[in-house]
């Protein structure tokens, strides 16, 4: 299985894992009415993360990949249901506010995973990761403060669950290195899939959502999966909150993506917004530089 140690190289795999997601935001607003289907989203989304996961193990493994499944242990658990309670939580909260809130909220992520892996994992934070996690706060606060008209509480309080989701991900992911980090992830699909199942069930409704609705499900589960298993890939030569901190391009690219009048969505971000997602930029940047000139290894957990 592929990992990388080097963490000159890691570092954009990272960064264009956050890309890859950014097209979230403006895949849900190709969408027909997602919130009114939002369980069918989550169990076309699932299944197809699952799928997809699998098939790449079994390329990568051979036919045993399924022994996996039997070393996930306490580690891979957590930090499948986290991922799954993340993909869920998203949905809800883009379709009760807008695509800037909720990736406000997924902004916040290096916050939660550092205290975490402070925690849980004894991680030391740099200084050079403060001071990027500081610049990148001063973006989320001036985002914030543009965005209070638009911001609903069902949509925030889900943004802030999501996030916290995939912080629990993330530090999972460097928690036990003998975790098979892409069946936490197929997991996590498992866990929406058979979740979704449930609450179908009992709201008696129908799997399947149209035709055109389902296509966006999977070519949205297609782009999360793409861009966790280049995460996963990351995660080995990264600590925790620095792995967050990098995947913030998610929320300069999903904010970008739904403005570009040439996309046809249209959704026009504030002054405000603008302004902080240069601050979050800016955090990229400096970080990034640091990485280029610090010849340090990190040893993994």
Same mark, same amino acid.
């Given at each position: 299985?592929?990992?990388?140690?080097? &963490?000159?190289? %890691?570092?954009?795999?990272?960064? =264009? @894992? /956050?890309? *890859?997601?950014?097209?979230?935001?403006?895949?849900? $607003?190709?969408?027909?009415?997602? !919130?009114?289907?939002?369980?069918?989203?989550?169990?076309?989304?699932?299944?197809?993360?699952?799928?997809?996961?699998?098939?790449?193990?079994?390329?990568?493994?051979?036919?045993?990949?399924?022994?996996?499944?039997?070393?996930?242990?306490?580690?891979?658990?957590?930090?499948?249901?986290?991922?799954?309670? %993340?993909?869920?939580?998203?949905?809800?909260?883009?379709?009760?506010?807008? %695509? %800037?809130?909720?990736?406000?909220?997924?902004? +916040?992520?290096?916050?939660?995973?550092?205290?975490?892996?402070?925690? =849980? *994992?004894? &991680? $030391?934070?740099?200084?050079?990761?403060?001071?990027?996690?500081?610049?990148?706060?001063?973006?989320?606060?001036?985002?914030?403060?543009?965005?209070?008209?638009?911001?609903?509480?069902?949509?925030?309080?889900?943004?802030?669950?999501?996030?916290?989701? #995939?912080?629990?991900?993330?530090?999972?992911?460097?928690?036990?290195? &003998?975790?098979?980090?892409?069946?936490?992830?197929?997991?996590?699909?498992?866990?929406?899939?058979? =979740? @979704?199942?449930?609450?179908?069930?009992?709201?008696?409704?129908?799997?399947?959502?149209?035709?055109?609705?389902?296509?966006?499900?999977?070519? !949205?589960?297609?782009?999360?999966?793409? /861009?966790?298993?280049?995460?996963?890939?990351?995660?080995? @030569?990264?600590? +925790?909150?620095?792995?967050?901190?990098?995947?913030?391009?998610?929320?300069?690219?999903?904010?970008?993506?739904?403005?570009?009048?040439?996309?046809?969505?249209?959704?026009?971000?504030?002054?405000?917004?603008?302004?902080?997602? #240069?601050?979050?930029?800016?955090?990229?940047?400096?970080?990034?530089?640091?990485?280029?000139?610090?010849?340090? !290894?990190?040893?993994?957990?």
């Amino acid at each position: 299985m592929i990992e990388l140690r080097n &963490e000159k190289i %890691a570092v954009p795999v990272v960064l =264009f @894992a /956050g890309i *890859l997601w950014s097209f979230g935001p403006l895949v849900v $607003r190709y969408m027909n009415d997602p !919130h009114l289907v939002p369980w069918q989203y989550i169990f076309g989304r699932g299944l197809t993360i699952f799928i997809i996961l699998n098939l790449y193990l079994y390329f990568e493994e051979g036919i045993n990949f399924y022994k996996n499944y039997k070393k996930v242990g306490k580690s891979g658990l957590i930090g499948g249901v986290g991922l799954g309670v %993340a993909m869920i939580s998203f949905i809800y909260s883009i379709t009760n506010t807008s %695509a %800037a809130i909720t990736l406000l909220c997924l902004a +916040a992520m290096p916050f939660f995973t550092a205290l975490l892996a402070f925690l =849980f *994992l004894k &991680e $030391r934070i740099t200084l050079n990761v403060w001071i990027s996690i500081l610049i990148a706060t001063i973006g989320i606060i001036i985002m914030a403060f543009g965005n209070t008209e638009k911001n609903s509480l069902i949509g925030f309080i889900f943004g802030i669950t999501s996030s916290i989701g #995939f912080s629990v991900f993330s530090v999972t992911l460097r928690w036990r290195k &003998e975790t098979p980090k892409f069946t936490t992830v197929a997991i996590a699909g498992l866990f929406c899939f058979l =979740f @979704a199942t449930l609450m179908i069930l009992i709201k008696q409704q129908t799997f399947f959502a149209s035709s055109y609705n389902s296509t966006m499900f999977s070519l !949205h589960g297609t782009l999360v999966c793409l /861009g966790l298993i280049l995460y996963s890939i990351g995660s080995k @030569a990264i600590p +925790a909150a620095e792995l967050t901190l990098l995947s913030l391009t998610e929320v300069i690219g999903g904010i970008f993506w739904v403005w570009l009048p040439i996309l046809g969505i249209n959704e026009i971000p504030t002054a405000n917004t603008i302004i902080g997602g #240069f601050f979050l930029f800016v955090s990229l940047t400096y970080y990034s530089l640091i990485m280029r000139w610090n010849k340090r !290894h990190i040893a993994l957990n």
